[in-house]
């Protein structure tokens, strides 16, 4: 077994702390990476906290993972000692069912084994996420990183990139597509500088002018803050895919009326409450509502290289391990801009 530093939550209700444990060692379709950075989403902060349902304990969290692969296994031919890789939201899945076999292993039939506070394939091994030393995956489950990128602003390409680029690409987003970005937070900054890049006609949708500047730096073409009448009446069924990052809750059936005829509104934030969204406002303008999740092993593989080719990084404020408790109060604040990112070396 292989001794791994950590930082764990031992409870919904206490600070993080240093946690040791092991990693297998590498079987002989497994590399071993040496993780240099690990972003913070914010699915691990309602996870440790138990938003989402009880857990076990104790959790390392994180699943925005970048580092080098420092042993591989006797059947490894993917990757060799010394490349950069990456880990995402999950380390594994059946692999047989409908959906494993299309490439689309976020939505496997028998449950995905994700990241962190999930099981293994033997139904017995709790799994355990990036912050930490390092980690051990199956190689069809790793991701190449281009050399000579900063590995901080890659990290949060593994969730907060691929949730962005899957709908994007799902609703064939392109030149002359008229895209709206709901929120600019993780999520939503990410949604712009891809759908900017792929040549879309972007337009930042906020409650606050004060971002403005900010979303036209990130690559947007128009802002528009609407709760304002007269910037809500200038974007009113203008777009064509209206990506949606917020995850508070708030009123679907108002963000409908800003798609044209033909437009699909995409959820990839996830509220309690989405109000109430009355048919007429569909079916009128032959619209549609959509979900998203992430994406499977080869469209993240293909959103980190369409990343790399076109310069396409996160924005981030990199921490110590130490700082993630500080960090987490921040983000309930949305005091990021616009992603934290741990260096793994504060754990070593």
């Not at 999520?187 to 409650?207: N, Y």
Request: proline fraction near 3%; hydrophobic fraction near 40%; include cysteine.
């Amino acid at each position: 077994m292989i001794e791994t530093n950590g930082w764990a939550s031992y409870d919904a209700n206490s600070p993080l702390r240093a946690h040791g444990f092991q990693r297998r060692e590498p079987g002989e379709r497994d590399v071993l990476i040496e993780i240099t950075h690990c972003g913070i989403c914010h699915s691990d902060l309602h996870t440790v906290r138990g938003d989402w349902g009880p857990q076990s304990y104790p959790i390392v969290p994180g699943h925005e993972i970048v580092g080098r692969v420092a042993r591989v296994g006797a059947k490894v031919d993917k990757l060799v000692v010394g490349d950069l890789a990456g880990v995402g939201c999950f380390v594994d899945s059946c692999r047989t069912c409908e959906q494993c076999k299309r490439g689309e292993e976020q939505f496997c039939e028998a449950g995905s084994s994700f990241t962190y506070a999930s099981l293994e394939r033997d139904g017995v091994t709790r799994t355990q996420g990036g912050y930490s030393t390092r980690i051990v995956v199956d190689q069809d489950y790793a991701l190449k990183i281009a050399a000579g990128l900063p590995l901080d602003r890659v990290a949060p390409l593994l969730c907060a990139g691929i949730t962005t680029y899957s709908p994007l690409r799902k609703h064939h987003v392109g030149k002359g597509t008229r895209v709206g970005v709901l929120g600019l937070g993780g999520l939503g900054h990410m949604a712009v500088k891809l759908a900017a890049a792929m040549g879309a006609d972007v337009t930042l949708l906020s409650t606050t002018r004060a971002k403005k500047l900010d979303a036209e730096r990130l690559g947007a073409h128009d802002f528009a803050v609407h709760t304002d009448d007269a910037d809500w009446k200038r974007v009113r069924g203008r777009f064509d895919v209206v990506i949606d990052t917020v995850s508070a809750a708030h009123d679907l059936g108002r963000f409908v009326d800003l798609l044209a005829v033909d437009g699909t509104l995409v959820l990839v934030g996830a509220p309690d409450d989405l109000g109430k969204l009355g048919a007429f406002s569909l079916i009128g303008r032959r619209r549609s509502v959509a979900g998203s999740l992430i994406g499977g092993i080869r469209e993240t593989q293909e959103m980190l290289d369409f990343c790399a080719a076109n310069g396409v990084l996160a924005d981030v404020e990199t921490i110590a391990a130490q700082q993630v408790d500080a960090a987490y109060a921040r983000m309930l604040k949305s005091d990021v801009r616009y992603r934290f990112v741990i260096d793994c070396g504060s754990l070593r």
